[in-house]
């Protein structure tokens, strides 16, 4: 058995590679430079780092180990294709100019088109990890007062929204009123933006777009998010249940616990 995943940034990657292969998974990866952990040289078979970019790369790479099977996992900041840190090759220019626009939804969705053309199929990111996806309910001992119950539920809303409008996936909330809302810059940059502006007690909303792939660009939240929040004191971080990832959970409900957080697993109906 062999699973292929494709590596981006932060730790998810690293967790995917340990579960597979405690599961009896032969792991070969596809590292992103810059962006994925060296970690992955000690947890995979087999590996290839490559420029983001290369794309055809990517997919003779994934052919020649005969993958059949690939995750698509870590994160890759749509922002560096504004960066010019990205030399595409043919294949990515080819995929790139086919587009009906730059929307995460369509690149992402013609990537794992393309690999499905190549008879590479995409799982779902949590197939081996499924104990990273958010339960319901709150987390913490750190409990959601009334009125934070209600940002949450008002910003669910706008959250959905923009995630049906494939801008991003996070609001900040304070008072009813939107303090920013995560577009390109990324969860993180959202919350500091956010926090500037609402001062203590922010309440961050962070949900799966309304039709969301499970194979693609899942949310996730992590240690970095739980620090920006610290540092802007925002209060409660509410995560779409089963629909989200959290990395490192005892240890974020451990120090979210600390800085008075509260961390909870929603899910609204429509």
Same mark, same amino acid.
């Given at each position: ?6 590596? &981006?940034? &932060? ?12 599961? &009896?998974? +032969? ?19 087999? #590996? !290839? ?7 055809? @790369? /990517? #997919? =003779? *790479? ?5 993958? !059949? ?10 922002? %560096? ?14 995929? %790139? ?7 995460? @939804? ?32 709150? /987390?913490?001992?750190?409990?959601? *007062?009334? @009125?934070?119950? +209600?940002? $949450?539920?008002?910003?669910?809303? #706008? ?5 049906? %409008? ?7 909330? +304070? ?25 203590? &007690? ?10 969301? @792939? ?8 992590? /240690? =970095?998010?739980? +620090?920006?929040? #610290?540092? $802007?004191?925002?209060?409660? %971080? ?9 990395? =490192? ?22």
């Amino acid at each position: 058995m062999q699973i292929g995943i494709i590596a &981006g940034a &932060g730790e998810l990657p690293e967790i995917i590679a340990k579960d597979a292969k405690e599961r &009896g998974y +032969k792991v070969t990866t596809v590292a992103f430079e810059n962006l994925a952990s060296e970690e992955l040289n000690r947890l995979s078979d087999e #590996i !290839k780092w490559l420029n983001v970019g290369k794309f055809g @790369d /990517l #997919i =003779n *790479t994934l052919k020649a180990c005969n993958v !059949k099977e690939a995750i698509m996992a870590g994160k890759v900041p749509k922002s %560096l294709l504004y960066k010019s840190k990205v030399t595409p090759d043919m294949r990515a220019i080819k995929l %790139l100019f086919s587009l009906k626009d730059k929307s995460d @939804d369509a690149i992402l969705n013609a990537i794992a088109g393309e690999l499905e053309r190549e008879g590479i199929h995409i799982v779902d990111t949590a197939t081996f990890s499924p104990h990273l996806l958010t339960p319901e309910g709150v /987390l913490t001992k750190t409990k959601v *007062t009334n @009125d934070e119950w +209600k940002d $949450v539920e008002f910003g669910w809303k #706008i959250a959905k929204e923009i995630g049906r %409008l494939d801008i991003g996936q996070t609001v900040v909330v +304070k008072g009813q009123a939107v303090m920013a809302v995560e577009a390109i810059e990324g969860t993180d940059e959202a919350i500091l933006r956010g926090g500037k502006w609402a001062g203590e &007690g922010a309440v961050v909303i962070k949900v799966s777009k309304p039709h969301q @792939d499970m194979r693609l660009d899942v949310p996730v939240i992590g /240690l =970095n998010t739980l +620090k920006t929040m #610290i540092k $802007v004191k925002a209060r409660v %971080l509410a995560i779409e249940a089963q629909k989200s990832i959290i990395i =490192n959970r005892g240890k974020m409900i451990k120090e979210a616990e600390s800085a008075g957080i509260s961390i909870a697993g929603v899910k609204i109906a429509k």
